[in-house]
């Protein structure tokens, strides 16, 4: 098994040291003469025993004036740790939108993500980065798979990231494509498998950190019904083997 990257208590908290910035309440400050953003933050709490992640609020907008829209609108939950949670909503209703949040790819417009009582907002660039190589693991739509790169490399990709020997990393990323029944194609060209086994390989690349939270987005819209079922069925065992 590959060294898991680490970081101590005390670490952490230096990196996530910071002011969770809100332009609204920025504003409402400057006219008011008043300051929220302590009583926001006071708001959030402490987690609660097993919860992983709390949304409080969420809001991501774009444009303004007549072009003004808000892709997700004050949304508010918390995921335990071990919970197999699924959003579900038609096309356009926000669904990647709030998942970009989640994973803090992109800042919220209003509220805040806060992940075992850590606000994303207040990470510094370097939290985040770390945040992203070893907290969350990422499976878009679209697979991202680098054609450039064998199967293989591309699952071991963020261990490579992460500064893990070649050799671990690749042992590593072995076992994860024999545990999805492809460890015969790890010397392919992600071009060369079939939409269902690509998004496979997208999966074992966001488990191969061994990550506290995995994102997964609409991870069969791209499939066909047989490739979808077998998909799905690979994150149901996932889930249960814990």
Known sequence: MPTKPSISTEAFLELTQGTAI????QQLEQQTRRTFLPALAEHMGPP????????????????????????VKGASFAVHQGEYVVIVGPSGSGKSTLLTLLAGLEPPSRGAVSVQGNRLDAFTEEALAWYHRSVVGLVFQNFNLLDSLSVLDNVAFPLLLSGVPAAEREARALELLDSFGLAEFAGFSPNQLSGGQQQRVAIARALVHNPLLLLVDEPTGNLDSKSAQTVTQSLAELHKRG
């Open 22 to 25: 809100d332009p609204l309440l």
């Open 48 to 71: 609660a025993k097993g919860e992983l992640f709390r949304v409080e609020n969420l809001t991501k907008s774009y444009g303004t004036g007549a072009a003004y829209r808000e892709a």
